[in-house]
C-alpha cells in the first residue's frame, strides 16, 4: 500500500517560514521524481516544484529563489523549506510523484498578512 503522509503546515505571518515534510512508504522511493503541488482557495492544482532521481530541482517562478525542495532517500523523506512566506502562498500543500500518480491528503499552509 502506497502511502505519502504530509506534516509541517500551519499558521505563519508573512516573511514568515515552514518546513513541510513528506514521508512515502511502499514505493521505491529513490527511484521516483517527486514533488509538491498546491490547491489556492477556489483555484485549481499548481504544481510548485519538482525533484529528479539526480537530485536536480526545478520551481514554478512565483516560488523561486523562496522555496527550497530536498529529499532524502535513506528516510523516504521529501522536504519543502519554505522562506519568505506570502498571503498568495496559502493553500492546501500534496506531496506527490511526478504525474500525480501517487499522493498524499495534503497540509494547509495558511499565510496572514
Known amino acids: 500500500q502506497v502511502q505519502l503522509v504530509e506534516s509541517g503546515g500551519g499558521v505563519v505571518q508573512s516573511g514568515g517560514s515552514l518546513r513541510l515534510s513528506c514521508e512515502i512508504s511502499?514505493?521505491?522511493?529513490?527511484?521516483?521524481?517527486m514533488g509538491w503541488a498546491r490547491q489556492l482557495p477556489g483555484k485549481g492544482l499548481e504544481w510548485v516544484s519538482s525533484i529528479y532521481t539526480s537530485g536536480n530541482t526545478t520551481y514554478t517562478d512565483s516560488v523561486q529563489g523562496r522555496f527550497t525542495l530536498s529529499r532524502d532517500n535513506a528516510r523516504n523523506t521529501l522536504f519543502l523549506q519554505m522562506n519568505n512566506l506570502r498571503v498568495e502562498d496559502t493553500a492546501v500543500y500534496y506531496c506527490?510523484?511526478?504525474?500525480?500518480?501517487?499522493w498524499g491528503q495534503g497540509t494547509q499552509v495558511t499565510v496572514s498578512s
Open positions: 511502499g514505493i521505491a522511493f529513490s527511484t521516483y521524481s
Open positions: 506527490a510523484t511526478r504525474g500525480l500518480r501517487y
